[in-house]
């Protein structure tokens, strides 16, 4: 792997448009488990699979069921950002990269000091009215029980995309615009099929796609530089 990491060094020290493009896999070292990997979430025993519980038709049917899981599983509570995070953070204050990308809603890019941030799945740090819009604390949702209700009657929500729902149209003009000019792309921590957002690297252009990920990806074969490793490990010696 050292060869790799002496690479993606010098990529990043010759750039000053780097945009980075994560999943969960960025926020596993610091406690929060991914979706696919056999200690991931998709792995554990519920009444319902995951994915269907964080649908928008199993929202609106059965949203104490919803609800339950949610706080139990997507709410995090304490984690704090790991090297990863840091680092690119780090990076966007240098005057490196210009925007992290991710589709993590655990708000740890922010928390670590990242400005552009576009959160293509939402954030659980953020929550409102169905019925009227109106936003309210995070804690209404995460801190208490059953369904919360908003002053007009209408059930709040997280502020995250589930299953059946679109992402914000403003959010992937957005990235499409930054992952079209960039001329370092990282992508790391993501397994690369949920789409649309594992689509967003198609329309990179340039000639350093990275991907850093613990397993392998559909994608494997279209990378310039593949480095297989934990990421904020790599990310602390680049
Ligand atoms: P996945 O769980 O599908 O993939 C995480 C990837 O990160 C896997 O390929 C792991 O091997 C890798 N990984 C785990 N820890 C790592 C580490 N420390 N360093 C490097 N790689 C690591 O998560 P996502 O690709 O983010 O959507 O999943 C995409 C979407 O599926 C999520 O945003 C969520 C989920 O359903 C919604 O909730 C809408």
Redesign the pocket.
């Known amino acids: 792997m050292n060869h790799e990491i002496d690479t993606l060094r010098e990529w990043i020290a010759g750039s000053d448009n780097i945009v980075f493009f994560?999943?969960?896999?960025?926020s596993?070292?610091s406690g929060i488990p991914?979706?696919?990997?056999v200690d991931?979430l998709?792995h554990q025993q519920y009444r319902y699979p995951p994915?269907t519980i964080?649908s928008h038709s199993f929202f609106a049917a059965n949203p104490e069921e919803f609800y339950r899981f949610y706080r139990d599983k997507l709410v995090v509570r304490g984690a704090r950002p790991n090297r990863a995070h840091l680092r690119l953070a780090e990076l966007e204050r240098e005057g490196k990269l210009r925007a992290v990308i991710t589709?993590?809603?655990d708000g740890l890019h922010q928390a670590a000091g990242s400005r552009e941030v576009i959160e293509l799945?939402g954030s659980t740090l953020r929550c409102y009215c169905e019925r009227c819009g109106k936003r309210y604390p995070v804690e209404t949702v995460n801190d208490s029980e059953g369904v919360p209700r908003c002053d007009c009657g209408g059930v709040i929500r997280p502020d995250?995309?589930?299953?059946e729902e679109g992402l914000d149209e403003q959010n992937l003009r957005k990235a499409i615009g930054y992952i079209r000019e960039a001329d370092v792309l990282i992508v790391?921590?993501?397994?690369?099929?949920?789409y649309p957002?594992?689509g967003l690297i198609n329309y990179y252009r340039g000639n350093k796609l990275v991907l850093?990920?613990?397993?392998e990806?559909p994608r494997d074969s279209e990378a310039d530089l593949l480095v297989r490793?934990?990421?904020?490990e790599?990310f602390s010696q680049v």
Not at 212 to 215: A, D, H, K, P, T
Not at 229 to 232: C, D, E, K, P, V
């Open positions: 994560g999943g969960a896999g960025v596993t070292e991914d979706f696919r990997s991931g998709y994915e964080i589709q993590n809603i799945h995250v995309v589930l299953y790391g921590g993501t397994s690369l099929i949920v957002a594992a850093v990920n613990l397993s990806t490793g934990r990421i904020g790599v």
